[in-house]
């Protein structure tokens, strides 16, 4: 068999196995997709209930589409059953690329793929039950006089899930840095070195990420300014331990 012949069958080989892959990471959300169908009105109360608890007496939600009251629940029950799903679908993620891997790869990426849902997880929590009780108290209280609120159920979902999806990114910071210091594009020296500029440039990020109040903006950043520091901690180690190794040639599996 001829080299070429066995290139081909080698890259068909892997996108059979990526295909596999993908289809079982969709047949995990499509399972908890069908789980949580039923509960797509509760759910969505849940997510509402931040607004709910700080807008005035008397005033409500309101649905400006007539598809709307159906399609948000349903919207919103999509993106969380792939939220749920994320570890198993971070699985077929690994199990897809962890033959191609070094052992010392594996010890590092395996640990980083849990952290990193860990984290997400922890963005998402961080912004239901901290932030947004702040900033939605703070919108109500601005409000001018005379004017009902009453937000649009459809509007106020695509809001809520900028948030998660800002607050989330936002917490991976410390698996970006490690990953660039074990990589060997900075060191934690440096990024020491440029604190002050990762400072402003938090602040930046948290206004270009959340609603146009300094609230906002400053709960975003100061978690991510933590999570810098915690991540040059860690990284510390993986940096001084590869300082240590040889440039002798990777062990393979």
């Not at 010392?104 to 963005?123: C, D, H, Q, V």
Request: charged share 15%; proline share 6%.
């Amino acid at each position: 068999m001829s080299s070429a012949v066995k290139q081909n069958y080698t890259l068909f080989d892997h996108l059979l196995e990526l295909r596999t892959r993908l289809l079982h990471a969709v047949l995990g959300v499509l399972v908890v997709f069908c789980s949580l169908i039923y509960f797509a009105q509760d759910i969505y109360q849940y997510v509402a209930q931040p607004l709910l608890a700080v807008m005035p007496e008397g005033t409500q939600m309101i649905a400006t589409d007539v598809a709307s009251p159906f399609f948000t629940p349903f919207k919103l029950t999509i993106v969380l059953s792939i939220f749920i799903a994320m570890p198993y679908i971070l699985y077929q993620l690994w199990s897809f690329i962890a033959p191609g891997l070094y052992k010392n790869e594996k010890r590092l990426i395996a640990p980083l793929m849990f952290g990193s849902t860990l984290l997400f997880y922890g963005g998402i929590a961080f912004a239901y039950y901290v932030v947004f009780p702040v900033a939605f108290a703070f919108f109500s209280s601005v409000a001018p006089e005379g004017v009902t609120i009453a937000t649009d159920i459809s509007s106020y979902l695509d809001f809520v899930l900028k948030l998660f999806f800002a607050f989330g990114a936002a917490f991976e910071i410390p698996i970006a840095i490690i990953l660039l210091c074990w990589t060997g594009v900075t060191s934690p020296d440096s990024l020491r070195a440029k604190r002050p500029y990762i400072v402003v440039g938090a602040f930046v990020v948290g206004m270009m990420l959340t609603p146009p109040d300094i609230i906002s903006q400053t709960m975003l950043a100061v978690p991510m300014l933590l999570l810098f520091e915690l991540g040059i901690i860690i990284a510390s180690f993986y940096y001084k331990e590869d300082d240590g190794e040889e440039t002798a040639p990777k062990e393979e599996q």
